[in-house]
C-alpha cells in the first residue's frame, strides 16, 4: 500500500472539492499550502505514478449538460466470461462506472453493473441495447435503475482530522 506524507495529505485536502476556478489554479494552490508551484506540480505527477491520482480533469455537470436521463444497467452474465465482457463495456465511450458486484440471489441475479447518462430516456435505452449486443449470449437476463433524484453527489472524500 502506498503511503502519503503529510505535505501530499495537504495538498490532497485542499484539492479534494476541486481546483480553484482561476487562470493559474496551481499558483493559488501552491500559496494555500505554503509551497511552490513547482512543487506542486511535481507532487500531483508522484502521486500519479504512485497510483494514488488516477488524473486531474474537468468534472462536467451531466445534468446542466442536459444528461438528465440517467440508468445504472444491471446484467446477470455467465460467471466465465463476465470479467472479460466487464473491460468492454467500461471501454465504452459513454459508460461511465462499470463494476462487477456479487450476485444476491434470488432476488437480485445481477453481477455486472454499467451507468449510462442521456439526454432521454430513449437515448440511454438505445445505449443499453449497445451493450445488451457486446453481451450476447453470455448475458441471461438485464435491468435498468433510473435515477429519480440526487441525493449526493462528490467524490471520494479523505477525512481531514475529525472523526
Known amino acids: ?30 500559496e494555500e499550502v505554503g509551497s511552490t508551484e513547482e512543487h506542486v506540480l511535481s507532487r500531483f505527477k508522484a502521486l500519479q505514478m504512485q497510483g494514488v491520482l488516477r488524473r486531474i480533469a474537468a468534472a462536467p455537470n451531466h445534468y446542466a449538460l442536459g444528461m438528465s436521463a440517467n440508468g ?13 465482457l466487464g473491460a468492454k463495456i467500461g471501454a465504452l465511450s459513454f459508460v461511465t462506472h462499470c463494476y462487477l458486484r456479487p450476485r444476491a440471489r434470488p432476488a437480485w441475479p445481477y453481477n455486472l453493473f ?18 445488451s449486443v457486446l453481451l450476447g449470449d453470455a448475458c441471461r437476463a438485464s435491468d435498468i435503475l433510473y435515477s429519480t433524484r440526487i441525493l449526493k453527489k462528490t467524490g471520494l472524500r479523505i477525512s481531514t482530522g475529525g472523526s
Open 114 to 131: 454499467a451507468m449510462v447518462h442521456g439526454a432521454t430516456r430513449d437515448e440511454v435505452e438505445s445505449k443499453r441495447a449497445e451493450i
Open 1 to 30: 500500500m502506498t503511503r502519503i506524507d503529510a505535505f501530499d495529505r495537504k495538498l490532497i485536502e485542499a484539492t479534494q472539492a476541486g481546483l480553484p476556478l482561476v487562470p493559474s489554479p496551481f499558483a493559488v494552490l501552491a
Open 72 to 84: 445504472m444497467t444491471v446484467w446477470d452474465v455467465d460467471d466465465d466470461q463476465v470479467s472479460q
